[in-house]
Structures are given as C-alpha cells and as structure tokens.
C-alpha cells in the first residue's frame, strides 16, 4: 500500500521519552535490531529493540504499533554521555539531537556523531542480543558533524562535517577501522570555500557507493571506491 504522513494524520508512540534523531535499523536472519540515542544532557542511554518478522507481521493497528514497541523495548547505558550545560528549553538542542548512527553491514559495530559535541563513537554491537559494547572515541576539535558511514565491509567509515555560523570549509573525513582507539583520519575532500550545511547526511548504495547530502554540491555526489586504496569523490 502507500504510506502517507502528515501534521494531521500522524500519530506518535513512545512520547513520554525523549530521543534524538540518531535511528537506525538492521535486518539480519530475520531480526530486526532497531536502536535510537535518548536526548537528555549527560545521557549515555539506548534504547533498542529487537524485532522477528512474526511480531511485524501481528501489527494491524496503531495500538497495535504501540503495544509492540512498548513490550519490546529495552534500554541500555553505555558509552560516552552527552554533555551537560545545555537543556532542551534552549536553542543548542537541535545540534545536540543532530547527527546520523549507523550499522555496518554485517551488523558487528555501530558508530555515531555528536553533532554539536564533534566527536565521533564507535561501539561493538551484537544482532543476536542488542548489547553494545566496546565504546571508543575520537574528538574532531573543529565545526560540527553530521553524516556517518561505514564502507561495505566495514574496515572504514566516513564522516562529514557541518555548520552554520562559522567561515571554516567543512571536509569529508575517511577513517580506517580499528577495534581499539579511533585513528587520525585522512581528508578526502575539502569544500573549496565555506557554504552553510555544506556536507550532511551519507548513505551507501546497493552499488557499494557512498552518497553524500549537502548544499555544496548542485547535486547529490557519491564516494567511489569506499573499500579502495583511493577512494574518491
């Protein structure tokens, strides 16, 4: 069928938490693993669920909807909180909810961007259970991030820098994998001048190439050759 949505005909579950917009879902063997980030300063809480064909399939309403995700749920503390000294009464709310968490596509590992923050996360992530583990961190010490990818086999991933309100030209950064501490990464491209939201969101493609999202660009560009000595843009 078609899916619509709009101010008038949407409907909300889960209200009574505060998230981000840090979501991302996993199929593997036939579990959907769905995790999101709770937006609350000094918050370092997950929530998760893990979700077979038949309880999608036993979902024919809204309350139905709601029930699932209610009984399913679970949460997890781990890893580096959100900073505090912000509130979700002021503006700098919607740096901090900002940001993409992706999956690599074996569904081993799990990273992340604090947009507002500039750091990056990476955690070690089991389909079978939903525990992450692992937590490392790298501190970027420059403009805010947004988009995050991992390559197809997940030995690299991407990030991209944005933010309104400095005269900084943002990048495209790559970094190779490791399961101990983040590296320096490698700048595979810099934006020849400064444009508000210059780079944002990045998406793999059934191609194996990365998509970016920004106002750089006239046009959506991918990153060719993601798992290649040189991959390029």
């Known amino acids: 069928g078609v899916v619509t949505s709009s101010a008038a005909n949407a409907a909300k579950i889960l209200t009574q938490y505060t998230l981000s917009e840090k979501l991302s879902i996993l199929e593997k063997d036939g579990v959907y693993s769905v995790i999101t980030k709770e937006l609350l300063p000094g918050s370092n809480k997950y929530f998760k669920w893990q979700l077979s064909t038949t309880d999608l399939n036993a979902v024919n309403s809204l309350t139905d909807a709601i029930s699932l995700f209610e009984t399913k749920m679970q949460s997890q503390e781990v890893g580096r909180p959100f900073t505090t000294g912000w509130s979700l009464t002021n503006t700098s709310r919607y740096y901090m909810a900002q940001g993409q968490l992706k999956f690599s596509s074996d569904g081993t590992k799990l990273g992340h961007v604090y947009c507002g923050d500039r750091v990056i996360e990476l955690f070690d992530f089991d389909p079978a259970t939903g525990l992450l583990s692992n937590s490392r961190t790298y501190s ?24 309104q309100g400095t005269q900084t030209p943002n990048r495209i950064l790559l970094f190779d994998y490791t399961n101990t501490a983040i590296n320096s990464p490698t700048t595979l491209y810099t934006a020849a001048n400064y444009t508000n939201y210059a780079f944002m969101g990045l998406q793999i493609g059934i191609d194996d190439n990365i998509y970016v999202m920004g106002k750089y660009f006239n046009t959506i560009v991918r990153i060719e050759g993601a798992d290649d000595a040189n991959p390029s843009l």
């Open 140 to 163: 970027t010490n420059r403009v805010n991030l947004y988009g995050f990818e991992f390559s197809r086999s997940g030995d690299r991933f991407f990030v991209t820098e944005h933010y």
